[in-house]
T-cell receptor, first 112, second 111 residues
């Protein structure tokens, strides 16, 4: 079954404590991306990757890091989380181009 | 700046009452217009891709259409299981296809 798997699904943490949200896809897709979803703002792209070792900033990259060392994995790293990063995060993948075809089920982050 | 606006924000329909959702866009060099369905607690699920004005796509009770300025998602005789938030996204052509999402229409179908 085609899947994008995110972990954790829920996380409550405190300001400044580094965290990583993992994302893995089993479709051999080249393109992967991270979005955050906030009420009234829609989905906004944080970072994307066109292939292994190729990443670039999306619309709202400040405060986030990513890496793509393997084709299937695309972790999102918050080195020093702040309350304004409290949001619902989605990882997505696609075979080609930037349009996300498959989304994970989301990670709800609360930064206190 | 690329913009995608969806209306209405929320729509409540009786089962069987057909209606349309609107997605208007301002995107330079539109590559395509995409529709997704999002259920509570889930990621968006891809529904349709439209590439050129006049194009139509259908899936069960849903039909998506595209003009040069907007797209419509028509829902014919909806059922309660069609209740969800519907998102549209516009993609600009280019080396990397930048995607701009609308904020969605939350549809509730009442039995």
């Amino acid at each position: 079954e085609a899947q994008v798997t995110q972990n954790p699904r829920y996380l409550i943490t405190v300001t400044g404590k580094k965290l990583t949200v993992t994302c893995s896809q089993n479709m051999n897709h080249e393109y992967m991306s991270w979005y955050r979803q906030d009420p009234g703002l829609g989905l906004r792209q944080i970072y994307y990757s066109m292939n292994v070792e190729v990443t670039d900033k999306g619309d709202v990259p400040e405060g986030y890091k990513v890496s793509r060392k393997e084709k299937r994995n695309f972790p999102l790293i918050l080195e020093s989380p702040s309350p304004n990063q409290t949001s619902l995060y989605f990882c997505a993948s696609s075979l080609s181009g930037g349009v996300p075809q498959h989304f994970g089920d989301g990670t709800r982050l609360s930064i206190l | 700046e690329d913009q995608v606006t969806q209306s209405p924000e929320a729509l409540r329909l009786q089962e069987g009452e057909s209606s349309s959702l609107n997605c208007s866009y301002t995107v330079s060099g539109l590559r395509g217009l995409f529709w997704y369905r999002q259920d509570p607690g889930k990621g968006p699920e891809f529904l349709f891709t439209l590439y050129s004005a006049g194009e139509e796509k259908e899936k069960e009770r849903l039909k998506a259409t595209l003009t040069k300025k907007e797209s419509f998602l028509h829902i014919t005789a909806p059922k309660p299981e069609d209740s969800a938030t519907y998102l549209c996204a516009a993609v600009r052509s280019g080396g990397y296809q930048k995607v701009t999402f609308g904020t969605g229409t939350k549809l509730q179908v009442i039995p």
